[in-house]
């Protein structure tokens, strides 16, 4: 709703057991209700808009709080045009030992929707944070030059996905957010690859796993010499990273187990056929 101010005004309910309040650096989440581990806090949805400057009026309905929001310091970019304005849990703070993250619903008709979940036990007056880096590729300008979370495993300085060491970015590699992964799969300033589909032909055959380790399995039955299946490869500089989504989850490949050397300082990853076991 446009004001007389020229600004728009955006109204939303707070989810339930869910507060914004001060926190000792401005505003921040705090739970109101017990969220046990691994439990839902909330879902929440970020509205799309221009990837330009702007500033809008956020009225908490049911509360007597409004708020100031700009795209500057309360959204991320989504893509060169468009970006993510998030509304009342803009506010959640970062913290290096985070008690929530955040991952796309089920639906995947609604790629802005997410739901927020307990990383710990959240009781009722603790605030509810997120780690910045696991949603964010470049803070573009609105880095943290020093971070006071307090956690005894603070990085110190919070920049974006992009900036961490390689340690840093495998430790969050389970919850970060698939657009930073392709974010920095992108960027020709990073030796990573970021893989979503390894072109298995699941009529053909499948990729097993088993107590981390993966194999290849058939999928129906061949006839001898039948052709199993056909497949392309990758050449890629032998000092770029890997990761993968296998059935759901990601993996940090390691190359020397499951690519090939080849000449000048290439290698080779056969994806789905990269996991294919060697028999005597």
Not at 17 to 26: C, T
Not at 29 to 56: C, H, M, W
């Amino acid at each position: 709703v446009p004001t007389t101010g020229g600004l728009e005004e955006i109204h939303q309910k707070v989810p339930p057991g869910v507060l914004v309040k001060k926190a000792i650096y401005g505003h921040g989440l705090f739970a109101s209700d017990f969220f046990p581990k691994g439990s839902t806090v909330y879902i929440g949805r970020q509205l799309v808009i221009p990837n330009e400057f702007a500033e809008f009026k956020l009225v908490l309905d049911g509360t007597d709080q409004t708020f100031l929001l700009n795209t500057e310091t309360h959204s991320v970019e989504f893509n060169e045009k468009q970006r993510w304005l998030y509304l009342f849990d803009s506010f959640m703070n970062h913290s290096c030992e985070p008690t929530t993250f955040s991952r796309q619903t089920p639906d995947q008709r609604l790629a802005n929707e997410y739901e927020t979940v307990a990383l710990v036990d959240i009781n009722p007056g603790d605030e509810i944070t997120c780690d910045y880096n696991l949603f964010e590729y470049d803070c573009h300008g609105k880095e943290i030059d020093e971070c006071l979370c307090g956690s005894i495993n603070c990085i110190g300085r919070i920049a974006g996905f992009k900036y961490l060491s390689t340690p840093e970015k495998q430790l969050r590699l389970p919850s970060v957010d698939i657009e930073v992964l392709q974010a920095l799969s992108s960027d020709p300033a990073n030796k990573f690859i970021y893989i979503s589909d390894l072109k298995c032909p699941k009529d053909r055959v499948s990729i097993e796993t088993e107590s981390g380790s993966f194999s290849l399995a058939a999928a129906r039955d061949f006839e001898k010499d039948e052709i199993v299946y056909t497949n392309e490869s990758l050449i890629f500089e032998g000092d770029c990273s890997i990761v993968l989504e296998i059935a759901g989850e990601r993996t940090w490949l390691n190359n020397l187990t499951h690519t090939v050397n080849r000449d000048n300082g290439k290698r080779e990853f056969f994806y789905f056929d990269s996991f294919q076991n060697h028999s005597c």
